[in-house]
């Protein structure tokens, strides 16, 4: 082979290594998501879905016995709030007496070690108007478990 052939061969297989690293490095960079929540969020997250979608799935009337079935995704300080207060319409879990249709968790703020809030919002779906509205959903850490601490509206 002349000199200038492998000359050429040689730089022509370089590029190709260097533009192989090169995209592989561009696909590694590019798809990776960085982890804007903290850790207290990531494991909360998971719970409060689960409940409300049990909440959702089920009857939502605040009766004693819907308040029972909740009972493990509650802390003890909620569930003794709730024991205490009468049957009535009104959600306390959607902060309505008008039930949603769906909900979805959204952003979520650590408040300390074993507290956090998470923005739920709650979506109706009617023949004239879809609409949605916020509430502000607190979790605390009891015994190794992220369990619903207070509910509020933030309107």
Same mark, same amino acid.
């Given at each position: ?42 494991? %909360?997250? +998971?719970? &409060? =879905? ?12 605040? $009766?004693?016995?819907? @308040? ?43 408040? %300390?070690? +074993?507290? &956090? =809030? ?12 879809? $609409?949605?509205?916020? @509430? ?20």
């Amino acid at each position: 082979m002349k000199p200038a052939n492998k000359f050429r061969a040689d730089t022509i297989r370089r590029l190709i290594v260097f533009l192989f690293l090169f995209s592989a490095a561009i696909v590694g960079f590019g798809c990776s998501q960085p982890i804007l929540e903290s850790n207290e969020c990531i494991e %909360a997250r +998971d719970p &409060v =879905k689960r409940f409300y979608s049990f909440h959702f799935g089920n009857e939502m009337l605040a $009766s004693k016995e819907n @308040i029972e079935k909740r009972k493990k995704y509650l802390s003890k300080r909620l569930n003794a709030e709730l024991n205490d207060r009468s049957d009535t319409k009104f959600d306390y879990f959607t902060q309505t007496a008008d039930y949603p249709k769906a909900f979805r968790a959204g952003k979520c703020d650590s408040t %300390a070690g +074993d507290r &956090v =809030k998470f923005e739920v919002l709650l979506f109706w779906r009617t023949n004239e108007k879809n $609409s949605q509205r916020a @509430i502000q959903v607190e979790m605390v850490k009891e015994n190794s478990r992220w369990l619903i601490d207070r509910v509020e509206s933030k309107e």
